[in-house]
C-alpha cells in the first residue's frame, strides 16, 4: 500500500495565497457554489495515500477520500504513469460507429467481469450524473422495444443522492438540491409518503417495510404500465450513509419483478469496493438489472463512469434494427485515457487487497464511533465497510436533537479540520469514508481527532 509522508507540507507565500484567492472569486463558480464559502480555502498542493497537504504547510486526513472517490488514495505514480503511457499513444479517438480502442474495450470486459453475475453490457461514460441519465435513456429504450411505450417513469427514493444534471437532479430526493432549478422532470418521481417514513428518524433506522410501502403505493398511483424503471443507493451516501435493513432490498428485488419494473442500482459510490465489497448488493445476494458506477472507477483521478446492464437489457439494446439503433452519445465516452487509469485502478485494488481492507478497517472504525456512543451526545453510529457516520445529540437516550442554530455539525467539522482531518456533514450528522488504503493505525489517528474534537465542541452542554 501506499506509505503516507509524516511530515506537513510547505507553507504558500501569503501573498501569491491572496492573489490566488483572489483570481478564485474572480472568476470560479464553484461546485455548490457561494462566495462566501471561498474566502479563505484550504489549497491542496499535494497528496500521498490518506493524507492531502494543503498550501498552508499542513497535513490532513481525507475522511472521505475526496468526494467518496479517491480509493487507492492519492500520489500514487503508477496511475499517472497510465494516463501518460496512453496520452503518448492515443490521447482522445472517437469511439462512435465504426471505431474503437484497446482500454476501451478491456474495460468494458473487466467491468462486465467484476459485476453482478447477470450482468453483459457497458456504456462507458465521464460522471455519475450522467451514467444515470445514460441508465433513464435506456430503460425507455428498452421498453419500447419490449411493446411497451408507455413505461417510461422512473421512480426514486426520499434522501436519495443522484446527481444535479436536470433529470438526475430530478432522481434526487433531497429537496435542498431543487431550489432555484424547478420544475423537475415529472416523469421521474419521488417515493414519498406522509409520516415517520418520510422522516429522517426512519432513514436512521435504515431503509423499512414501511418505505417499501411508499414504493409501492407510488407505483400502484402512477400504474405499473407506466413505469420503467426504480433508482436506489444500496446505502444511501450523501443523504447521510443509512445502510438498509437486511431484508430490503430482497423484498424490493421482488417488488420490481412482481410490477415488470427494471431495478437500478446507483452505486457511484459504494461500487469498486468501499462497503467490504466489490459492490454493495452482494451483501444481500440481490442482482440489479442496470447499475450506475463512477467516482472509485479511476480513483477520482481522471472523471469517468459507466453504465453496466444485465444480459437481458443488453441484448435488447443489441439486437435493434440498424435503423432505430440506441442514439445516445457522449463526445468523450470510451475515453482511451481514462480507461487506462481505471484499468490500472482496478488492478491497484486487486492486488493490494483493498475491498478486503475495506471490510476489515470499517468494522474497526465503526467499532471505534460505537465507543464514542458511550460518551454525551452522540448517537445513531452506523455504518457498512468504509462508509461510517453518526448523529451529534442533545439527548441521544430520548433522540432529542440539537436546536439547529447551534451548528453543531459545522462546529464539529470545523474542529476535526483544524486537528487534520477533513470530512463532510449533513445537519448534525457527520460522515467518514477515507480511501481504502488506510491502515489500522491511521484509523486509530482518525478516531482520536473525532474524539477530541468531540469533547471541544460538547464541552459545557
Known sequence: MARALDSGGTRMDRRTYEDLVELDQAHWVHPLNHPAT????????????????????????????????????????????????????????????????????????????????????????????????TNFKAARFYWEFNGKPDKNKIISRSWGYHGTTLGAMSATGMTVYWDHFEPRNPEIIAARRDGPCDSLSCQINGQCNGCLDAIVETIERVGPDQVAALITEPVQGAGGVFPPEDDYFPKLREICDRYEILLIVDEVITGFGRTGKWFALDHWGVQPDMMSVSKAITSGYVPFGAAIWSKQVHETIAQTDPNRKFMHAYTTSGHPVGSAVALRNLQIIEDEKLVENAAERGAQLLGGLQALAETPHVGHVRGLGLMCAFELLQDPESETRFDAALMMGPKMVEAMKARGLVTRFRNDHIVFAPPLVISEAQVDEMLEIIHESLKEVTAGL
Do not use: C
Open 38 to 133: 471561498q474566502e479563505q480555502p484550504i489549497l491542496y498542493e499535494r497528496g500521498e495515500g490518506i493524507y492531502l497537504f494543503g498550501s498552508d504547510g499542513k497535513r490532513y486526513i481525507d475522511g472521505l477520500s475526496g468526494l467518496w472517490n479517491a480509493a487507492v488514495g492519492h500520489g500514487r505514480a503508477e496511475l499517472a504513469d497510465a494516463a501518460a503511457e496512453q496520452m503518448r499513444k492515443v490521447g482522445f479517438n472517437s469511439n462512435y460507429a465504426g471505431y474503437s480502442n484497446e482500454p476501451a474495450i478491456r474495460l468494458a470486459a473487466k467491468l462486465a467481469d467484476l459485476a453482478y453475475d447477470n450482468m453483459s453490457g457497458v456504456f462507458l461514460a465521464n460522471t455519475g450524473s450522467d451514467t444515470n441519465e
